[in-house]
């Protein structure tokens, strides 16, 4: 059998446009007129779903919709204005007009859509790593920035604390000192024993939260938890690559019963940052703030660059190394990808 020939970047990128205008059209089939549609009301967005939305009305219930062209962006957790058709076609119930402003929004960078939002009008961003697999301070380090240049609460969240051994623990625990130090909030759970369930309930009521995070770290189980009758779907760490395997694909937002909503989002590999600048990676960084402005050079580097305010900070322990390397580490994906001059 011949092998399969690999796809170009341009190819997959016509492929995908060719396949978002086929969608458009079969959307587009479905039309209203102004006398088949039923009054304007209030709504959210539950998921999103290419062209259509799942709408949550005022009392509830929840309705598939189309999108007005007009409309830009829609994401989880957007407020919009709708209007119910008359009678259902095709599954669909009624028609998305206008999105209200937003109050908050995480976002991230992607190749072919540029700047993606992931969710909206969220009030806490819950950064989900785990025992297993390998706990990464990396992408802790880079949702925490993306937190603070949104100005979204953020909180790291420990699952699986089952899995601790007592070598793994001394080096997870000396990591998540390094946050405490710096003023972060630190909550443990186990979906295994439910320890640290009944917290974490405590810190999600009357709160718009997000779970964020690498695949396989738990955040469907976490979901199952904390609201046993959604039975999300979930999967186990590979055996063979001890990576997690993706089982959440699209964001879709979820009512506590006890008040607060929260967005279950899909897991990543990795979190780029290649949309934002230097500056705003740096701010990223709030241990930072009593030395910026200090280095020698006003174009300062942050590297090897002699009178920098940020490597003496790290050299007389007023600033954490490993939180310095990362920030250097982030500074390098920027210069390093090519992408970047794309969003900046």
């Known amino acids: 059998m011949a092998k399969a020939k690999k796809l170009t970047k341009g190819q997959v990128r016509r492929i995908k446009a060719n396949q978002a205008k086929k969608l458009s059209n079969k959307a587009e089939k479905i039309q209203w ?4 549609l039923g009054e304007a009301q209030s709504g959210t967005v539950i998921s999103r779903f290419g062209q259509h939305a799942d709408i949550e009305a005022d009392d509830g219930s929840i309705y598939r919709c189309n999108m007005r062209r007009s409309i830009d962006s829609l994401i989880c957790g957007d ?10 076609e095709h599954s669909i119930s ?3 007009e206008a999105v209200h402003e937003r109050s908050s929004v995480l976002s991230r960078p992607d190749v072919y859509d540029g700047v993606k939002p992931i969710a909206a009008n969220i009030s806490q961003i819950i950064i989900v790593s785990s025992v297993l697999p390998a706990f990464n301070a990396d992408i802790i380090d880079r ?6 240049n949104t100005g979204i609460e953020p909180i790291i969240l420990l699952n699986k604390i089952d899995l601790f051994t007592e070598e793994n623990q001394k080096e997870i625990e000396q990591q998540l000192d390094i946050y405490r130090d710096i003023g972060y909030r630190i909550i443990y759970v186990s979906n295994k024993t ?30 199952n938890s904390l609201m046993p009758n959604l039975s999300v779907h979930t ?13 959440t694909t699209v964001a879709r937002l979820y009512h506590f019963a006890q008040g607060g909503d929260l967005i279950d989002s899909p897991g990543i590999r990795e979190f780029g940052l290649w949309h934002l600048t230097p500056e705003q990676v740096c701010q990223g960084f709030i241990e930072f703030a009593d030395h910026l402005g200090l280095c020698k050079f006003r174009d300062c580097k942050h590297q090897s660059d002699p009178g920098c305010a940020l490597v003496a900070a790290s050299l ?14 982030i500074l390098n994906s920027l210069n390093e990808n090519t992408l970047t001059s794309r969003f900046n």
């Open 194 to 223: 439910q320890a640290g369930i009944e917290q974490l309930k405590a810190q999600l009521q009357n709160n718009t939260s997000i779970f964020v995070g690498q695949s396989g770290v738990g955040k469907s189980t976490l979901t």
């Open 79 to 88: 407020k919009v204005v709708w209007r119910q058709g008359k009678q259902t």
């Open 94 to 96: 009624g028609v998305i």
């Open 33 to 36: 007129q102004d006398d088949e």
């Open 235 to 247: 999967q186990e760490v590979s055996e063979n690559s001890g990576l997690g395997q993706h089982t």
């Open 316 to 329: 007389a322990n007023q600033v954490h190394p490993k939180r310095l390397a990362s920030f250097q580490k």
């Open 143 to 148: 949702y925490l920035v993306a937190a603070e």
